[in-house]
């Protein structure tokens, strides 16, 4: 029995990673759950287990839960089903960017992405975490681990060695890991244990949705490939280096995922 499964009141809980496809996942619940499925937000505060568990207790139809800010564990009482995406941090900076160029900048880091082109989004990024470029440093480490929770404001937090290991010990517990550069085939492998938990044949044709326009969709390589030549080799040095958990933590999903 894993950390999900702890009996009592079957949920799926989408752990939507800000740019990491988690818009289509979203698409995709709401299509098989229809009114039985929950958006839980509330602003940029990171949620804790105990917040799903009220918000549940006061909707008891609700069957799938989606959240930006929600983070790990399950909550308490709860069979739950997780769903998360992972993706390479290159291609998802670059994603990042490009929707903060596409909507109204509401905070500082979107006003840069509005001003700027691609390198020096980044670099501002890489020199101002705490003010709102954490987004692109190390995040889906300080998502899948308790880095959010040790600081007083989400954007002063750092990830450490031991919050890869959490992380990492997170995703293998996954009932289906998956990558966004796989999205399609992600989404045929949730099928089968998806309709088992929930108890139902379910079918659902993948949607893509929320995805940038300002970028052919590539290969992943030669998106990478391009996105490289873009930063050039010391300031894609720098990304790599400021985001090495990352880097690590994709390449370890991406591995399983494709055994």
């Known amino acids: ?15 939507h990673v800000f740019k990491n496809a988690g818009t289509s996942i979203d698409h995709l619940l709401q299509g098989i759950f229809g009114a039985s499925w929950l958006q839980l937000d509330e602003g940029i505060r990171p949620l804790r287990p105990g917040v799903a568990a009220e918000a549940l207790e006061r909707r008891p139809d609700v069957r799938a839960l989606s959240s930006h800010m929600l983070r790990p564990p399950a909550p308490d009482g709860l069979h739950v089903f997780p769903i998360a995406l992972l993706r390479h941090p290159l291609d998802r900076a670059y994603s990042c960017y490009s929707y903060c160029r ?16 691609f390198p020096e989004y980044v670099t ?15 995040y889906q480490t300080i998502h899948f681990s308790s880095a959010s929770f040790r600081v007083d404001d989400v954007l002063q937090a750092v990830a ?21 550069d796989e999205y399609q085939s992600y989404v045929e492998r949730l099928r089968s244990p998806l309709s088992e938990f929930a108890g139902t044949s379910i079918e659902f044709a993948p949607v893509r949705a929320n ?10 390589e030669q998106a990478l490939s391009e996105l490289g030549g873009l930063l050039g080799p010391l300031l894609l040095n ?11 933590l994709y390449d370890r999903t991406a591995k399983a995922v494709r055994r």
């Open 211 to 220: 995805v940038s326009a300002e970028r052919r969709p590539l290969p992943l």
């Open 160 to 180: 450490t060695e031991s919050d890869l290991e959490e992380a990492w010990a997170l995703v293998r517990s996954l009932p289906v890991p998956g990558i966004v």
């Open 102 to 117: 596409r909507v109204e900048p509401i905070y500082e880091s979107m006003v840069v992405a509005h001003r700027c082109a």
């Open 124 to 138: 501002w990024c890489l020199d101002n975490p705490a003010r709102g470029g954490m987004v692109i440093v190390n």
């Open 238 to 248: 720098r990304f790599q280096q400021m985001n090495q958990f990352d880097y690590r």
């Open 1 to 15: 029995m894993t950390e999900w499964n702890r009996g009592g009141r079957k949920v799926v809980i989408h752990y």
